[in-house]
């Protein structure tokens, strides 16, 4: 199983940015792909963004252009920044690992987007 943990969330006022951090037990490398999932309240958890082993990145449509997705090997952590934060941006953000043979969850971080 590989452990998953979070950071980087908090209160925001909109137009601002964070950055969350997404620290994996294992090398990263032995990991297909990475990703940032978000659940608001009264929502189902949508995609926010992937990135594989080989650095290709997918985003959600309501966050392209304005959130990327990265990762650094050496410390297996992927990243996500999150500029020009909207209201509907608030959530809880989960990390998942894809892997050869199991998915696994981190515990969340929380986003507020408030003014």
């Known amino acids: 199983q590989v452990q998953l943990v979070e950071s980087g969330g908090g209160l925001v006022q909109p137009g601002g940015s964070l950055r969350l951090s997404c620290t994996a037990s294992?090398?990263?490398?032995?990991?297909?792909?990475m990703a940032w999932y978000r659940q608001a309240p009264g929502k189902q958890r949508e995609l926010v963004a992937t990135?594989?082993?080989?650095?290709?990145?997918v985003y959600g449509d309501s966050v392209a252009g304005r959130f990327a997705i990265s990762r650094d090997n050496a410390k297996n952590t992927v990243y996500l920044q999150m500029n020009n934060l909207k209201l509907e941006d608030t959530a809880v953000y989960y990390c998942?690992?894809?892997?050869?043979?199991?998915?696994?969850w981190g515990q969340g971080t929380q986003v507020t987007v408030s003014s």
């Open positions: 998942k690992s894809v892997g050869p043979v199991r998915d696994d």
């Open positions: 990135i594989t082993r080989g650095g290709g990145t």
């Open positions: 294992v090398s990263i490398l032995s990991i297909i792909h």
